[in-house]
T-cell receptor, first 110, second 115 residues
Framework: SQQGEEDPQALSIQEGENATMNCSYKTSINNLQWYRQNSGRGLVHLILIRSNEREKHSGRLRVTLDTSKKSSSLLITASRAADTASYFCATDKGYSTLTFGKGTMLLVSP | GAVVSQHPSRVICKSGTSVKIECRSLDFQATTMFWYRQFPKQSLMLMATSNEGSKATYEQGVEKDKFLINHASLTLSTLTVTSAHPEDSSFYIC???????????FGPGTRLTVT
């Protein structure tokens, strides 16, 4: 079964707007990671947040982690058309194997 | 530059034949590689963990006799889909685990179509 569950499944916004995606998981984790996948391509690692961290920033990305609620969010600020992709969260229980969520398809219109 | 390569990027084969997919770590030696499968508009599902010099560890529900994994060197793992059927058509992605930064690097994927 999927460890991570993202919502929304699909998100459509205009350029310049912020995009927020959420991820929930079920078991204890060592860290949580967010990945991006352009259509039919491989995955690109965006950001990793450890279980003892609550917030992390990288450029226009902001990730939060709430281990009490077993949830994480990915915020992309000032979105661009080039941000159009699928975004996945993945949890790592500490043995290097990742369990991926179902993903959010983000469409950013010019 | 790319850290992980996969070959081929696309392959079409006939039902009943076998096809081999290669995953190469370009920048460093990798003891551990992973193989994932992704159906259209779905998430990645881990199929197996490939360990150099030992047998692969398969996830529950993945047939090890159908999906043969060989991690013969520290830079190469291969996945062979034997007696392929149309339902095996999928996007297969490998990843390489790098200790130290403790990160996974993903290959560009291989699109398999079985006719």
């Amino acid at each position: 079964s999927q460890q991570g569950e993202e919502d929304p499944q699909a998100l459509s916004i205009q350029e310049g707007e912020n995009a927020t995606m959420n991820c929930s998981y079920k078991t204890s984790i060592n860290n949580l990671q967010w990945y991006r996948q352009n259509s039919g391509r491989g995955l690109v690692h965006l950001i990793l947040i450890r279980s003892n961290e609550r917030e992390k920033h990288s450029g226009r990305l902001r990730v939060t982690l709430d281990t009490s609620k077993k949830s994480s969010s990915l915020l992309i600020t000032a979105s661009r058309a080039a941000d159009t992709a699928s975004y996945f969260c993945a949890t790592d229980k500490g043995y290097s194997t990742l369990t991926f969520g179902k993903g959010t398809m983000l469409l950013v219109s010019p | 530059g790319a850290v992980v390569s996969q070959h081929p990027s696309r392959v079409i084969c006939k039902s009943g034949t076998s096809v081999k997919i290669e995953c190469r770590s370009l920048d460093f030696q990798a003891t551990t590689m992973f193989w994932y499968r992704q159906f259209p508009k779905q998430s990645l599902m881990l199929m197996a963990t490939s360990n150099e010099g030992s047998k692969a560890t398969y996830e529950q529900g993945v047939e090890k006799d159908k999906f043969l994994i060989n991690h013969a060197s520290l830079t190469l793992s291969t996945l062979t889909v034997t007696s392929a059927h149309p339902e095996d058509s999928s996007f297969y992605i490998c990843s390489v685990w790098r200790e130290g930064p403790y990160e996974q690097y993903f290959g560009p994927g291989t699109r398999l179509t079985v006719t």
